[in-house]
């Protein structure tokens, strides 16, 4: 008998988001809008402490209208991590401005502060200040905010933050998306609550969210024929899979635990290998510990990361390389980059092993055994 395929970050639903989605499908309330997708907004809002969130369709529809309300147009410049997934840079490109890459920093894998200072002063002497700053809280720990916060409200640019991956976290006690003018959540199937696909956009300001919602719902006008003003977007999350979100929301910290217990149980049954680090944790906040990823140095280990994630894919195992950085895909080849040596390092030696909240110990110790069975 061959194991149950172990996947990288699979969804864990449970009776709960079972009962609300049948509960929202008997009202009849499938679409989008309703009860349950009023009751998720607030229920996210309260839990990250925000005044406004909006339900979207995906964490990049969210992204587009952020960047949207931050007044981004054609021909702008955005600054944004090279280490990260796609979508926070494609959002940039929606909308015909240029996204700029900047090196995270090997301590926190985020993107650094003092090359986002650097990057604002240099501009703002040639006035050329990109519109906006996205930060990326990546595989569930918070970017340095204070830092970051201070040098864009020097120079009066608005901070996005891509909480897409962070649901949960905290950054000096307050909560991963409530940082900068807008923040972005994804309820995709592999985050780490989800919907089978959906996305939110947090803010406290008021006026963003109005606007983000117009655009969301095809820019309609308040009267009763169709007026338009604007070019809007279908991006509205539908009622059916807020009532997911709803019990995913309401099982968060149990989901946050098991993830937090299997980074544990990883650092403490791997940490004795040679040549395998874990992504460090910031002083600053608690990760979600969305996904457990480490860098694999070859030499002391004995096996390249590539190595070790055919050898579990041969115990039917998912593994993957940490995201390949945005400087070095051919769709983004003729944007500028500040630094980049970091980033392609983590790309080069970055694992991210199973994580999932339903893993079980048996699957973690399965995990474990693969991985030990490469080393030297
Ligand atoms: C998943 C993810 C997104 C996109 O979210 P979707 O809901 O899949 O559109 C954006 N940014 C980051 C960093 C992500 O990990």
Redesign the pocket.
Known sequence: MTDARIYLSPPDVSDVERKLLLAAFDSNWVAPVGPDLDAFEAQVAELTGVRHAVALS????A?HLALITAGVRRGDTVLVPSF??A??ANAVMYLGARPVFLDSTADTWNIDPDLVAEELRLRAGRGQLPRAVIA?DMYGQCADYEPLLEACDRYGVALIE?A??ALGATYRGRAAGSFGLAG?L???GN?IATTG???MLLTDDGTVATRARYLATQAREPVPHYEHRAVGHNYRLSNLLAAVGRGQVQRLGDLIAARRRTFRHYRTALGDLPGLTFMPVADYGEPNHWLTCLLVDAAAFGADRDRIIEHLGRQHIEARPAWKPMHLQPVFRDCVVRGGAVSAGLFRRGLCLPSGSALTDQDRERVVAAVRAVAR
């Open positions: 995906s964490g990049t529809a992204l990260t997934f979508a926070s990326v891509d897409a991956e972005v994804s309820f995709n985050k696909g959906g996305g």
